[in-house]
């Protein structure tokens, strides 16, 4: 059975720094496309940040320059360090995994809650 498993999420003072991780069990990270989601109150669900297992990485323009994907095959996680937070970084933010050659599959964490707030 597949886990995709959040942590790292909580409060923040605006221009501080978070780090989330995310941990995969239970699939390979072969061929696949590792990635960082974010979903605020009453906006769609949005990209962040993703990287492939090849190490190829791919930022929203409102992450660039502020956040890092990174990933670690061997330990089947991704992490996404965040610099420079606003309130306007304040969501639910969700970690993907999907692969799109065969066998294909999706999955989806539980989400972690990111609040930048003085």
């Known amino acids: 059975q597949v886990q995709v498993v959040e942590s790292g999420g909580g409060l923040v003072q605006p221009g501080g720094s978070l780090r989330l991780s995310c941990a995969v069990t239970?699939?390979?990270?072969?061929?696949?496309?590792m990635g960082w989601f974010r979903q605020a109150p009453g906006k769609q669900r949005e990209l962040v940040a993703t990287?492939?297992?090849?190490?190829?990485?791919r930022y929203a323009d409102s992450a660039e320059g502020r956040f890092t994907i990174s990933a670690n095959n061997a330990k089947k996680t991704v992490d996404l360090q965040m610099n420079s937070l606003n309130p306007g970084d304040s969501a639910v933010y969700y970690c993907?995994?999907?692969?799109?050659?065969?066998?294909?599959?999706?999955?989806w964490g539980q989400g972690v809650q990111v609040t930048v707030s003085s």
């Open positions: 990287v492939t297992s090849g190490g190829t990485t």
């Open positions: 239970g699939t390979t990270f072969s061929a696949t496309i």
């Open positions: 993907n995994i999907c692969r799109v050659v065969t066998p294909t599959f999706t999955f």
